[in-house]
């Protein structure tokens, strides 16, 4: 009888939400469609558009939950092409950040899907803005062959073991489970993301305070 | 356009119906194997053929060469809930669109039309 280590128990985990995921997909797209389609018709009806906005729900949750199990046949599908990471990056900070100010240096473009590029920062902006606190800054700058982007936020400093462990899937600090709602996935999909277009996620302290997320891609 | 519907769940084919009918296509057939997309194709000559790929009987990597034999103008886009690098590798060689089923139209109507 093998004995179960930690590699093999999360290899084992990645199998069972690839085989129960592949197998829910179909079916939950399916009901998400045809939500949609309902609406379309129904749009006025308070039980259509509840039933659509919770089957649409439900759809980015399989495949979020398949993305941070680092299950790469979910990864959106486009070609690589030339994305300014740095307009990306404040383009999906004023669709989540709900107006903080955000101060912006450099330049960076990467070689990179652009669905992949705007989920991963996406995702690294609601991080920041969940667990960090003013004052924010991003940064885009080239080196090579890679692009970097940091995105650094303020707020009380998070301890080692925090920041090894952020970017798996369901990890939740103490504080965080605390004072905001959420699986603990949105790190481990950008982790997914952005290494199946070849590049890397980091976390590190800030200089004085807070923290740095660090997202490298390929140059463009 | 007048797209025929490969798919073996008759639920992901409704969907299809619904979605290509409410983004102005003419849905002229729909199949639930490769073969039955050939015979589809022989007798409706769409203009672009909804693929899936994992079905019994005759698969999509079996049916697309025949139906590019049968019918070299003909457009096709696979339509798949995942894809591994198997099968992102192969449709890119082989210069087809591949869609990832979502329950989001707007991908896959970005491909029929592109």
Known sequence: MATTGGADVDLLRRRVLNVVGHELRTPVSTVRGLADELAARYGDDDLVEALARNA????????????????????????????????????????????????????????????????????????????????YTLTGSTHGDCVVIELANGGAPISDADLELAIEAFYRSERGVTNAPGLGLGLAIANTLVTADGGTLSLRPGDSSGVVARVELPAG | MRVLVVDDEPDVRLLLRLQLERAGHEVTGEAGDGQEAIDACAEAAPDVVILDLLMPRMNGFEAIPRLRTAHPDLRIVAYTAVAGDFVRNEMQRLGIPLVLKTGNFGPLQAAIES
């Not at chain 1, 669709?95 to 100010?101: D, Q, T, W």
């Open chain 1, 56 to 135: 649409r729900r439900l759809d980015r949750l399989v495949d979020d939950l398949l993305l941070a199990a680092a299950v790469g046949t979910v990864v959106p599908v486009a070609e690589a092409t030339d994305v300014d990471v740095v307009a990306a990056a404040v383009a999906a900070w004023e669709r989540r950040a709900g107006g903080i100010p955000l101060a912006v240096a450099g330049e960076a473009v990467a070689r990179a899907r652009l669905p992949v590029v705007v989920k991963v920062l996406d995702m690294v902006v609601d991080n920041a803005i969940v667990h960090g606190e003013p004052p």
